[in-house]
């Protein structure tokens, strides 16, 4: 689990409801009609672009990217494919046939290297698969990312139906105050929902796809040099160019010895 997205999260809500207490109470922030108007608003608005499906399909993705998606380190990919390569070195690539590999991607890989195809169909099978990958997460990004526009404009007309309210019943003193709390609310609730929930997990989860991305080409390329049975040493010294110059030491060793 991602601990910095949940206690992130966690600590905005907490010192947002800290400033409630400690001025007047929790119960004058609580208003059903801007509650509506927004998150009502901000549904419909959202199913009105994308498909039911859609929708709940990449809020399942969004929970499960930002807390619970295991990041692998290219250094630990590194370390793997330095082994393979000294397997296939001694044994051959059919000794991969029996050997686990918990990334789906790379097992791929691997499968279609023991099954002997050419390096050019391999590349594209993988990069149609990692194609796919990418473009689920940035779908993902646009959707929480459209919710962080249509909540704060939901608010905006909420506030709007609010003042329209408050200017038609200026004679009477008792509508007013209601009338306000809505105006004033919605822009509240529009705000919260944007900046503290989906602009957080949009930018985890557009992280965490570049991350993906720099992992697949990594998986590609090491698939394509244990096909063309590069050496432990040469693959490794490919290998390392996707790693900046000042991390490439110190981590692979850690990563090694894990």
Same mark, same amino acid.
């Given at each position: 689990?991602?601990?910095?997205?949940?206690? !992130?999260?966690?600590?905005? *809500?907490?010192?947002?409801?800290?400033?409630?207490? @400690?001025?007047?109470? #929790?119960? #004058?922030?609580?208003?059903?009609?801007?509650?509506?108007?927004?998150?009502?608003?901000?549904? !419909?608005? $959202?199913?009105?672009?994308?498909?039911?499906?859609?929708?709940?399909?990449?809020?399942?993705?969004? #929970?499960?990217?930002?807390?619970?998606?295991?990041?692998?380190?290219? /250094?630990?990919? *590194?370390?793997?494919?330095?082994?393979?390569? =000294? $397997? &296939?070195? =001694?044994?051959?690539?059919?000794?991969?046939?029996?050997?686990?590999?918990?990334?789906?991607?790379?097992?791929? !890989?691997?499968?279609?290297?023991?099954?002997?195809?050419?390096?050019?169909?391999?590349?594209?099978?993988?990069?149609?698969?990692?194609?796919?990958?990418?473009?689920?997460?940035?779908?993902?990004?646009?959707?929480?990312?459209?919710?962080?526009?249509?909540?704060?404009?939901?608010? @905006?007309?909420?506030?709007? &139906? !609010?003042? &329209? /309210?408050?200017?038609?019943?200026?004679?009477?003193?008792?509508?007013?105050?209601?009338? @306000?709390?809505?105006?004033?609310?919605? $822009?509240?609730?529009?705000?919260?929902?944007?900046?503290?929930?989906?602009?957080?997990?949009?930018?985890? #989860?557009?992280?965490?796809?570049?991350?993906?991305?720099?992992? @697949?080409?990594? *998986?590609?390329?090491?698939?394509?040099?244990?096909?063309?049975?590069?050496?432990?040493?040469?693959?490794?010294?490919?290998?390392?160019?996707?790693?900046?110059?000042?991390?490439?030491?110190?981590?692979?060793?850690?990563? =090694?010895?894990?």
């Amino acid at each position: 689990m991602d601990i910095a997205t949940l206690v !992130g999260i966690v600590l905005a *809500i907490g010192i947002i409801l800290m400033a409630i207490l @400690m001025g007047s109470g #929790i119960g #004058i922030f609580i208003d059903v009609n801007s509650i509506f108007i927004v998150v009502g608003g901000t549904l !419909g608005v $959202t199913l009105a672009k994308w498909r039911l499906q859609d929708v709940i399909g990449q809020f399942i993705f969004a #929970i499960q990217t930002a807390l619970f998606e295991k990041s692998e380190s290219p /250094q630990e990919l *590194i370390v793997l494919a330095e082994e393979i390569a =000294k $397997t &296939v070195q =001694k044994e051959g690539l059919l000794a991969l046939e029996s050997m686990e590999i918990e990334n789906e991607f790379f097992a791929k !890989g691997i499968s279609l290297c023991v099954d002997g195809h050419e390096g050019e169909f391999i590349r594209e099978v993988l990069n149609n698969e990692m194609s796919l990958s990418i473009e689920k997460g940035e779908t993902g990004v646009a959707l929480l990312m459209g919710i962080n526009d249509s909540a704060p404009a939901m608010g @905006m007309i909420g506030t709007l &139906v !609010g003042l &329209v /309210q408050m200017l038609a019943n200026m004679s009477d003193p008792s509508s007013i105050g209601p009338a @306000m709390a809505v105006a004033l609310l919605t $822009t509240l609730y529009g705000a919260f929902i944007a900046q503290v929930l989906m602009v957080p997990l949009a930018s985890k #989860i557009e992280l965490r796809t570049k991350r993906l991305k720099h992992m @697949m080409n990594m *998986i590609v390329e090491t698939t394509l040099g244990i096909q063309r049975g590069l050496t432990p040493r040469l693959l490794t010294e490919l290998l390392q160019t996707y790693i900046p110059a000042d991390q490439r030491g110190g981590e692979e060793q850690e990563a =090694k010895e894990s």
